[in-house]
């Protein structure tokens, strides 16, 4: 079956733009997970929802990072007033539930550039 | 805070070397514990898993794992890496109701 998606595959953008960043889940997945892959920081945790409601925000970095999830599906990462700090590779997973026995299948991720 | 730690940043092997990666988290709770791979340009997959049971457990490729409750850690080994195991390896420890937390990496160049 399909899995992990996330779009767009690449992002530029200009310094205190805003942006988008959106994952769709495997199916019947209802554990989404976002990460940040960067250079010497290895992933970071970012936010996870079990179905629509976040219990664990605590890896957002500032209050410019957001994200929601609708339906228990697609979920959607926004940066506001991107900073250059904020250069990365963005990271989705999903897991049948957030369990800790289950695996959690990753994404290809966005690689956003902040110009 | 828990924490992951990798010791080894980078690893050059030859093929039919053996491979040893070291892992060790600082939580004294119960853990799940992960190795993932990431080989170039593809998605991060799971190597191998630790859930309970057998501390020693084995993954796809010939990769296995052992957990060591007393030491705190899950290094991974092959006994023969081949050119086609040039990744980057993450540890990752998962405890209920929380997030994974990966380690740094190791990269690892295996050259033929």
């Known amino acids: 079956g399909a899995g992990v998606s996330q779009s767009p595959s690449n992002k530029v953008t200009e310094k205190g733009k805003d942006v988008e960043l959106r994952c769709d889940p495997i199916s019947g997945h209802t554990a989404l997970y976002w990460y940040r892959q960067s250079l010497g920081q290895g992933l970071e945790f970012l936010i996870y929802?079990?179905?629509?409601?976040?219990?664990?925000k605590s890896g957002l970095p500032s209050d410019r990072f957001s994200a929601e999830r609708t339906g228990g599906s697609v979920s959607t990462l926004t940066i506001q007033r991107t900073q250059q700090e904020d250069s990365a590779v963005y990271l989705c997973?999903?897991?049948?539930?957030?369990?800790?026995?289950?695996?959690?299948?990753f994404g290809p991720g966005t690689r956003l550039t902040v110009t | 805070a828990q924490s992951v730690s990798q010791h080894n940043h980078h690893v050059i092997l030859s093929e039919a070397a053996s491979l040893e990666l070291g892992c060790n988290y600082s939580y004294g709770g119960t853990v799940n514990l992960f190795w993932y791979v990431q080989y170039p340009g593809q998605h991060l997959q799971l190597l191998l898993k630790y859930f309970s049971g057998d501390p020693l457990v084995k993954g796809i490729k010939g990769f296995e794992a052992e957990f060591i409750k007393s030491k705190f850690s899950f290094n991974l080994r092959k006994p023969s890496v081949q050119w086609s195991d040039t990744a980057e390896y993450f540890c990752?420890?998962?405890?209920?109701?929380?997030?994974?937390?990966f380690g740094k990496g190791t990269t690892l160049s295996v050259s033929s």
């Open positions: 997973a999903s897991s049948p539930l957030a369990d800790s026995s289950y695996e959690q299948y």
């Open positions: 929802f079990q179905g629509n409601s976040a219990p664990d």
């Open positions: 990752a420890v998962k405890r209920a109701g929380t997030a994974l937390i």
